[in-house]
């Protein structure tokens, strides 16, 4: 699991709205988790693994639309108190591998840049090493 921290700590280092990043496997067993120092988190371990599942069934959900909708990058949720991103990690056959799970400061109104240009990115250069991850 060191490969799952690892990567969570350089996403999480990519930018100062970053609050949080975690990889969760297409099941939603969280695998890797890394947080801003400092932090004082919204979520405890507990509600984090429950957000983990939901978020895997939801990108389930998203993949199957896509070949009417055309391929997704992430989805977002905004709340007062933060916004939440998840990044689908999948095969070449759009199978879902592994969920990028991303919190970020509520006043981040760049999130869609630094996921677009930090991030996935980020998540393209490791994608092979996802995938063997997953054959696991």
Not at 35 to 53: C, F, S
Not at 58 to 85: M, N, P
Not at 118 to 124: E, F, Q
Request: proline share 4%; with cysteine.
């Amino acid at each position: 699991m060191a490969f799952f921290e690892d990567f969570c700590k350089s996403v999480v280092a990519l930018d100062k709205k970053i609050r949080f990043a975690g990889i969760a496997d297409g099941d939603g067993t969280l695998e890797g988790a890394s947080e801003r120092e400092g932090l004082a988190p919204i979520m405890k371990p507990e509600e984090r693994a429950q957000y983990a599942i939901t978020a895997a069934t939801r990108q389930y959900t998203r993949l199957r639309w896509e070949y009417l909708l055309g391929r997704i990058s992430y989805a977002s949720s905004h709340y007062s108190k933060i916004i939440r991103a998840t990044i689908p990690i999948a095969d070449e056959n759009r199978r879902l591998a592994h969920v990028l799970l991303l919190s970020f400061d509520p006043d981040a109104d760049d999130f869609h840049q630094i996921i677009t240009k930090k991030i996935i990115p980020l998540v393209k250069q490791n994608m092979e090493r996802f995938m063997q991850e997953a054959q696991k």
